[in-house]
């Protein structure tokens, strides 16, 4: 199974600012994800990371919002733009091999906007 | 109607006792379906895939129903360290998208 870390861990931020939030794999991997998780709720996809093209969003997730970035199959970043305190949540980084395959995940971002 | 869907819980349970769970899924184009558990303010880990032919491991059963787009798992001798959420999870989209039901809370109480 793959390592998957983040940075930060948690983070608080103040309104109209915005984060970007760092996820590196131990390992070379296909595909990257990201996932929004608010209180008391499960997971929500955000977007599949792209290594070398525009990341691919989910419906009511846009690139201005959560821009994304793909270098290579090892790393990955997420933005959150111009926060507001809706955008308080969990935001975690998953990576799998492909087809099929299992997605594990980071141990995730604890975001609070003030 | 919501594309998984589980029972929230929470079901308390005393130790050693055997608990099911039940999850219902709408898009029968769903290709592969998994249990993770997630536990407080952590990151869900996966604890099986399901497999129509049932799988366990250890005092885990697994099971799918596709005709009637039901997974189920089984959980024996339930133990306080079994206390977390379990994600009912499918594989949908062209084999990579993940989407997740809200989970179903398990307390183990001595």
């Known amino acids: 199974s793959a390592v998957i870390s983040q940075k930060p861990s948690r983070d608080i931020c103040q309104r109209g600012t915005s984060l970007t939030i760092q996820c590196q794999v131990d390992?070379?991997?296909?595909?990257m994800f990201w996932y929004r998780q608010q209180p008391g709720q499960s997971l929500t996809l955000i977007a599949t990371a792209n290594q070398g093209s525009e990341a691919t969003y989910e419906s009511g997730f846009v690139i201005d919002k959560f821009p994304i970035s793909r270098p290579n199959l090892t790393f990955s970043t997420l933005t959150v733009s111009n926060m507001s305190p809706e955008d308080s949540s969990i935001y975690l980084c998953s990576a799998g091999g492909g087809m099929g395959d299992t997605q594990y995940f980071g141990p995730g971002t604890r975001l609070t906007v003030l | 109607r919501k594309e998984v869907e589980q029972d929230p819980g929470p079901f308390n349970v005393p130790e050693g006792a055997t608990v099911a769970f039940n999850c219902t899924y709408s898009n029968s184009a769903s290709q592969s379906f998994f249990w993770y558990r997630q536990d407080c303010r952590k990151e869900p880990k996966l604890l099986m895939s399901v497999y129509s032919s049932g799988n366990e491991d250890g005092r885990f059963t697994a099971q799918l129903n596709r005709a009637s787009q039901y997974i189920s798992l089984l959980i024996r001798d339930s133990k306080l360290s079994d206390s977390a959420t379990y994600l009912c999870?499918?594989?949908?989209?062209?084999?990579?998208?993940?989407?997740f039901g809200t989970g179903t809370q398990l307390k183990v109480e001595l």
């Open positions: 999870v499918l594989l949908t989209g062209g084999g990579n998208k993940l989407t």
């Open positions: 390992s070379q991997v296909t595909m």
